[in-house]
């Protein structure tokens, strides 16, 4: 029964994100829930979230990310501009020549492999790459797999820089604050930018407008963003649910053949943007931490929900995703169509 299968799937992640909470990882509500959802899913159980929760978990997402902003993303991006934009072209060409080698030595078709290996939104990527007559589900199981890394990654990083600090920041949080009418407004601008940002059809549109008009309307005194921890802990549930659930049992055997390859060039992507946030940061004089968020290979509301539990500078970092997944978004089909066109085939 699918109301049982809820129930247990509620219960599964709530034990493990409180495990990672007694542990004091960062993002421990996204990361339970996605591991239980990948059992589930590996489990044969055919779960799906309803589209409407997920993009309604991305808007109270946005509107906590405009909480966190300290500075405008175009004096952000105004400041550290030449960084930014070699950042951005190293990425773009990382990611074809990743996608190129695996195409070559997988047995992967040419649009799949090239879509696959993209590090742009997940579910955008398997949006466009049906219009382009890929796989996608073979493209769905790379981008998630890829964003399942990225994120444990992530995670371990930001625990190990914190140390100490990640208790006291853990032991800082009130689940259960007294609420006031500023949490309605939240709401409100979650639901009106949010419906705003589906209707103009841009990636992940439901969370990046209630990002920037809240981030506009906060730093102005117009609004005060009011965001109990028990709402955040429910957005964050449902996302990772999106992730856990997008892993398909039968998608996952016939991935088993270039499973080696995929998750080399799973990890070749993360090891250079490990190694660009490692130059960024001795250039720019900025913490490791931020300059490792901010190069991340994606997703764009996984990295926000794990930069807000440390003390990474957010402007930063939303300000390099954001960029990164429209120059990626842009950039696509061209590079999926080179490698389509010039990856040498393997022969069987």
């Known amino acids: 029964m699918p109301i049982l299968q809820w129930f247990l799937l509620f219960l599964l992640s709530l034990l493990i ?15 339970g829930p996605m591991i239980a959802g990948i059992v589930f899913s590996l489990r044969g159980c055919s779960l799906q979230l309803p589209r409407g929760i997920f993009l309604a978990a ?7 990310i405009a909480q966190n902003l300290t500075g405008s ?22 990611s074809a020549i990743v996608g190129w080698l695996l195409v070559r030595y997988s047995s992967l078709p040419g649009n ?7 590090p742009g939104g997940a579910a955008a990527m398997v949006a466009m790459a049906q219009d382009y007559g890929a796989d996608i589900r073979l493209v769905a199981f790379m981008q998630y797999l890829r964003v399942l890394f990225v994120a444990g ?6 625990r190990l820089i914190l140390g100490d600090s990640a208790i ?3 032991q800082q949080k009130s689940w259960f604050p007294p609420l006031s009418g500023n949490l309605l407004t939240t709401l409100l601008l979650a ?47 449902a996302i990772g649910w999106r992730i856990g659930l997008g892993f398909d049992k039968q998608v996952f055997f016939m991935a088993l053949r270039p499973l080696p390859q995929i998750l080399f060039s799973i990890f070749a992507l993360m090891a250079i943007c490990a190694a660009m946030a490692w130059g960024m940061a001795r250039y720019m004089q ?25 003390s990474a500078d957010m402007a930063l970092i939303m300000a390099m995703q954001t960029l990164r997944l429209f120059s990626i978004l842009l950039a696509g089909p061209t590079v999926a169509r080179f490698i389509s066109t010039y990856a040498p085939k393997q022969s069987a």
């Open 153 to 158: 990654a992530a995670v371990l990083v930001t």
């Open 191 to 237: 639901i009106v930018a949010g419906i705003a940002g589906r209707l103009i059809r841009i990636p992940s549109g439901t969370m990046l407008l209630p990002m920037l008009a809240g981030a506009l309307l906060h730093s102005h005194g117009i609004i005060e963003i009011e965001l109990p921890e028990w709402l955040l802990a429910v957005a964050y549930m």
């Open 73 to 94: 993303l175009l004096t952000t991006l105004a400041l550290y501009w030449p960084v930014v934009l070699l950042v951005l072209l190293i990425t773009l060409l990382s």
């Open 17 to 31: 994100s409180l495990i990672f909470l007694w542990l004091h990882l960062p993002a421990a509500m996204l990361l």
């Open 112 to 118: 799949t492999g090239a879509w696959g290996s993209s």
């Open 58 to 64: 991305q808007a109270i997402l946005g509107c906590m």
């Open 286 to 310: 900025i913490d490791f931490m931020t300059a490792y968020l901010a190069t991340s290979p994606g997703g764009l509301d996984t990295v926000a929900a794990i930069a807000v539990g440390s």
């Open 168 to 170: 006291a920041v853990s």
